[in-house]
């Protein structure tokens, strides 16, 4: 009697448990975007006769459903936490879609400088320009600043996560083959100057470990430094990043560097270009806490990394903190270089892009571009203090004729400031395309 009388009770449990997910799942407010995933969820498909005859209206509600469940990144962080208690916690190596197979790094003893790029006929590249930024449009929302870029794998160790570097030669020779061929069609008009930045697995992890997953980030630059033109004034940051790796130059949670990793890359570009750095000291440091960026995400909510959330700091222009720009809708507004919130979006508003920023202490007609990705909104700040006009440029999102703004601007000195992950052929041919030169 009383076995049946337990079974009662348990089968009551069940059932108001499923009847409360169940209520959960139609009355509770449905999510329009993932943060965990960086990504729009599913929405509810339109009713179509062809739709309901082949069976995909139907097949759309139960996608929109699952996708947009009320509970659904809670769940995701659940199950994240109950994969570590049974095991999974520790050194990992996580799997993403972006996973690719590398290339034997070249030994640099016999390298030589990549040649230029053939300029390719400009309707076809406003076709192409076009269709990638559709993709763009649709893949990701404009919403989300701190986008996260292709990753292949996430190694977590230690409280942080690092993206495996996989090194890809046509990636790389395409890359310097289209800095070289701008600094040859821009001749005498203005100094080119290539910023290339590793990323935390290369800087951070040492030799051996990198070697055991994938490759050394290291020879891959000793490569990529070499491939340059010795028209391009190569900014090499791989040593002077390792040598502070002591230092909070990473983020742990996320894919970028902080401002301080940025800041060293700033002395770098200043030694070469003869300027004078302002340390660290001289600015003012808006402190933002807990932030969980794009490796937290990458990994469905990992409980390691979250037990180690991000301090950021940012440093505010000495001149200025204003800022002007064209958003990714083509709205022209003026914005703050450093903003308040606690993801990457602090700076320079993200990823944007046009912007412009006036020194008012300056008026002697000097202007830099910077092209850059993400990696580059850190860095941007730094170059304000140096020049009349900073315009920073990101390439993703860009597209207007960027050979006519350098002329019409009067910029000396284009700076492409790129990470690691965005070396590949196809970054490298939309940068290219963004440039109208004569194609005779």
Same mark, same amino acid.
């Given at each position: ?32 975007? =993932?943060? &965990? #995933?960086?990504?729009?969820? @599913? ?6 006769? !062809?739709?309901?005859?082949? +069976? %995909? ?73 076009? =269709?990638? &930024? #559709?993709?763009?449009?649709? @893949? ?6 701190? !986008?996260?870029?292709?990753? +292949? %794998? ?287």
């Amino acid at each position: 009697m009383k076995k049946r009388s337990f079974s009662g009770i348990f089968i009551i449990i069940i059932f108001l448990i499923a009847l409360t997910f169940f209520i959960i799942g139609v009355f509770g407010v449905r999510p329009t975007e =993932s943060v &965990t #995933e960086k990504r729009k969820l @599913a929405v509810f498909p339109k009713l179509t006769a !062809q739709g309901l005859l082949n +069976g %995909s209206y139907i097949k759309g509600i139960v996608t929109w459903y699952a996708d947009t469940y009320p509970l659904r990144e809670d769940m995701i962080a659940k199950n994240a936490d109950i994969q570590d208690h049974y095991g999974l916690g520790g050194d990992k190596l996580i799997a993403t879609d972006g996973a690719k197979k590398a290339d034997k790094i070249p030994s640099t003893k016999h390298v030589t400088a990549a040649k230029t790029m053939k300029i390719p006929p400009s309707e076809d590249t406003e076709k192409k320009n076009a =269709s990638e &930024t #559709e993709l763009d449009a649709n @893949a990701e929302d404009g919403s989300i600043k701190d !986008q996260p870029e292709k990753v +292949g %794998s996430i190694y977590i160790a230690g409280g942080s996560g690092f993206s495996v570097y996989q090194f890809n030669k046509g990636s790389v020779d395409s890359y310097a083959s289209m800095v070289n061929t701008v600094a040859e069609r821009l001749g005498n008009s203005a100094n080119v100057y290539a910023i290339p930045t590793p990323n935390s697995f290369g800087v951070m992890l040492p030799k051996k470990t990198q070697e055991k997953l994938a490759q050394y980030e290291g020879d891959a630059f000793d490569y990529l430094y070499k491939k340059f033109a010795d028209n391009v004034n190569v900014v090499q940051t791989f040593n002077e990043l390792v040598n502070h790796n002591s230092e909070y130059i990473y983020f742990r949670t996320d894919h970028h560097w902080t401002a301080r990793g940025a800041y060293y890359a700033y002395r770098q570009y200043c030694k070469m270009k003869g300027f004078t750095p302002h340390e660290l000291s001289e600015y003012e440091d808006q402190v933002s806490k807990n932030f969980l960026g794009s490796y937290y995400s990458f990994s469905k909510k990992s409980p390691e990394l979250k037990k180690n959330p991000d301090t950021i700091h940012a440093y505010k222009p000495i001149a200025t903190n204003e800022m002007t720009m064209i958003n990714q809708q083509g709205k022209k507004m003026k914005y703050m270089i450093i903003q308040p919130g606690n993801t990457y979006s602090v700076f320079i508003a993200g990823d944007e892009p046009w912007e412009k920023i006036d020194n008012p202490d300056k008026n002697d007609g000097s202007a830099c571009v910077l092209i850059k990705d993400s990696y580059g909104d850190a860095f941007a700040p730094f170059l304000v203090d140096h020049y009349d006009k900073t315009y920073i440029i990101d390439f993703r999102y860009y597209k207007d004729d960027l050979t006519q703004m350098i002329k019409d601007d009067h910029i000396k000195d284009v700076i492409f400031l790129n990470n690691a992950e965005f070396f590949t052929k196809s970054n490298s041919e939309k940068i290219l395309g963004l440039f109208k030169f004569d194609r005779h």
